[in-house]
């Protein structure tokens, strides 16, 4: 449209432009969210009318569906754009219970203006007048380009795929990448429109929800601090909402709510969900899943509509077998999801696709993976990007999946471990999120836990018979370390996994698991790392005591999470006690062993088992929750770490007393192994954190 046949609206020293969606306020741009914007126009189009809640929802939002407290934050919003006041209004009047009138006198200009048509954007969010309070704040994030020096598979252009729009081929060239947050961010997406990003932020212990312009760099909070934990993101395909899956640290419940993009009042959807949910292609439904943790219906696949109706379960699985990742198809017929068991080292995991109307399922990918952390569907429907891990040991890469062929191919070849992946409709930018770890040994006197020794990067470990160690390292191999951090030897070499090692009393053998064969199991081997051989081969699982004369080796099942044992020879492989127990500790003389159990009133205790009958001799409750349990020297006294998700705690309890006694506060680290030395004197501790954050990748042709 020309200038001369333009219209502007002016009102007080305000002048809106409709063609070019831009507001003055004289000569300075005032930049609004596009809702907000479309708010003011009908306003300004409708100056001096009562305009009803119900007409300007319809007018905003055509037939999808939004609560009323949508309408009443964009008035909000523009109310602080005008630098307006809801109780002495010069602009926009509250009519109670029916709407809003606009009584400012509205003059229609058919010139164009003297200033620029098109603002600087200076942010997500209206900028407020001089004198008020800014609503957002600026978080310096600081720009890291990251060159890509790995060699990138190339991604196969769909040009002869019988769909009209072919997917646009990404990661076929250098890109360059920018770490935009350094707050930790566990979810992370980008906006269809590519213009924000919204991802999740810790500060303080609290954790909350924020929008970050790209352009701009500017960072608004849309969901306020809280002690929850968030699980899971998703957006709207025409960007007005934003989906978030967030548990309750009380009572562990986790729900879906639904929140206006650039912020507003959330509103709970569904209850009983995991982090992996996606909106239809026509924003009318969410698929999520939901884990009930019954034999036969372990983890289900769900749909409900955007307004909280009509929930139903599409598919469900038994255990061990559980659904993640999950997305709907570009044409919303059917639904991509993960499924399988990473429990016990195997290849398990599956890329499988339902057909909404009829029910029926089909595996897309012909490859088996360890695990499938998140999936995304190109715009064509002809491929999938996956995030996943193709083994125990290997880093979680960036998938290419056609969905004709199944053919499978990992588009990076770095050390980054991928957890979360979101493309933007144009397919030229995408949002990764990504974690490591800082796990670390440390010793510490039994009589000073608080003055710890770090001695190197570890995530499990047991101590020798004369105080030296045996560890399993971040890369997948075991070594030994003396305890004064001298004498490092590695043990073994492979590209499997080796972990969880146990010792024999004499300290000739090393037990430890292996996925060598396909699976978990576990393996033997000399002192030296010699003769490596393999013992189990029917359940499989962890190594957890091996007898004071040598004979038996007790271990845990990783995929039922019982205690099993089998001869340090390899045989008479069998179960030893019925239900499930997790991390058991076995007392020096292998008469006694204790374990963490879920009661069947819910909560979680510690039970200490006979292990010549077979029988429970004690349980008991614990402050917080309980992780990892070692047994004092004199086989009658126990000490076990716990977390109430904060902070973790050691404590020390005999078995013939009622109360435990609090032995120090170990901070806020995860705890990932702990025991104590043969002679009682020394406490080692796995600890460290899993560290999250996210990046930008642009340049995706």
């Not at 003389?589 to 004690?618: M, Q």
Request: charged share 20%.
């Amino acid at each position: 449209m020309s200038a001369e046949t333009r219209c502007f609206y002016e009102f007080g020293n305000f002048r809106l432009d409709p063609d070019a969606k831009t507001l003055f306020c004289e000569s300075r741009p005032v930049a609004l969210t596009p809702k907000v914007f479309d708010t003011l126009q009908v306003f300004v189009e409708h100056a001096g009318r009562l305009l009803e809640k119900e007409e300007l929802m319809q007018r905003l939002w055509q037939d999808r569906f939004v609560e009323e407290s949508n309408l009443t934050f964009n008035i909000k919003m523009l109310r602080r754009a005008l630098n307006d006041d809801a109780h002495q209004p010069r602009f926009i009047e509250t009519v109670p219970r029916r709407g809003y009138r606009f009584i400012a006198e509205v003059r229609q200009c058919p010139a164009a203006p003297d200033f620029p048509a098109e603002p600087k954007t200076v942010g997500a969010e209206a900028t407020p007048p001089a004198g008020t309070t800014r609503l957002y704040l600026a978080c310096a994030a600081g720009l890291i380009i990251v060159v890509c020096a790995s060699a990138i598979a190339l991604f196969v252009n769909r040009g002869k795929a019988s769909s009209a729009t072919p997917s646009v081929p990404i990661l076929t060239a250098p890109f360059k990448a920018e770490r935009f947050s350094n707050t930790g961010s566990v979810h992370a997406l980008i906006t269809p429109d590519a213009r924000y990003v919204a991802y999740t932020s810790e500060s303080g212990g609290k954790q909350s929800i924020w929008l970050r312009q790209l352009a701009s760099a500017e960072n608004i909070q849309i969901v306020p601090p809280t002690d929850d934990r968030y699980l899971g993101l998703a957006i709207s395909h025409d960007g007005n909402s934003l989906y978030f899956v967030r548990e309750n640290n009380a009572d562990r419940v986790s729900a879906i709510y639904r929140v206006m993009t650039f912020g507003g009042i959330p509103v709970k959807i569904a209850e009983k969900a995991e982090g992996w949910i996606s909106v239809s292609p026509d924003d009318k439904q969410l698929s999520f899943v939901r884990c009930n943790y019954q034999e036969n219906d372990n983890c289900g696949l769900m749909t409900v509509g955007v307004d909280g109706k009509n929930e139903r379960r599409v598919v469900t699985r038994a255990k061990p077998n559980r659904i993640s990742a999950n997305q709907f198809s570009p044409d919303g017929k059917s639904i991509a999801f993960a499924a399988g068991q990473s429990a016990t080292g195997a290849r398990d995991f599956r890329l499988m696709q339902v057909d909404l109307a009829r029910g029926t399922e089909s595996e897309i990918a012909s490859q088996p993976f360890f695990q499938i952390r998140d999936l995304e569907w190109l715009a064509a429907g002809d491929g999938l990007l996956l995030t996943a891990s193709e083994m125990l040991a290997g880093k979680q890469q960036i998938w290419h999946v056609a969905s004709r062929s199944g053919e499978a191919k990992a588009l990076t070849k770095d050390a980054t471990n991928y957890v979360s992946i979101s493309l933007n409709k144009n397919a030229d930018k995408m949002v990764a999120t990504f974690q490591r770890n800082t796990f670390h040994l440390f010793l510490a006197a039994a009589n000073d836990v608080n003055s710890m020794q770090m001695l190197t990067p570890a995530l499990g470990f047991t101590f020798m018979p004369d105080g030296n160690i045996v560890y399993s390292g971040d890369d997948g191999d075991i070594w030994t370390i003396n305890r004064d951090g001298r004498g490092q030897r590695q043990l073994t070499n492979s590209s499997y996994f080796d972990f969880a090692p146990a010792v024999s009393a004499d300290g000739r053998h090393i037990f430890f698991t292996s996925n060598r064969s396909g699976s978990n199991q576990v393996w033997r081997m000399n002192a030296d790392g010699s003769d490596q051989i393999q013992l189990t081969s029917i359940e499989g699982g962890y190594p957890r005591f091996v007898t004071p004369d040598g004979k038996w080796v007790y271990f845990e099942s990783g995929l039922h999470q019982t205690l099993w044992r089998v001869t340090s020879e390899g045989h008479d492989e069998s179960q030893v006690a019925e239900g499930r127990l997790y991390a058991p500790a076995f007392s020096p003389d292998g008469k006694l062993a204790a374990y963490i159990f879920r009661a069947p009133e819910g909560d979680t205790r510690i039970g200490v088992l006979s292990l010549d009958d077979r029988k429970v001799l004690n349980t008991f409750g614990v402050t917080d929750k309980p992780l990892k349990i070692a047994w004092a020297t004199d086989n009658q006294s126990i000490s076990y770490v716990t977390t109430n998700g904060a902070t973790a705690s050691l404590w020390r309890r005999s078995l013939t007393e009622q109360k435990p006694q609090l032995i120090a506060e170990l901070g806020d680290d995860e705890i990932g192994e702990f025991a104590i030395s043969p002679d009682g004197g020394t406490f080692g501790f796995v600890r460290g954190k899993w560290v999250h954050d996210a990046v930008l990748i642009e340049g995706l042709k």
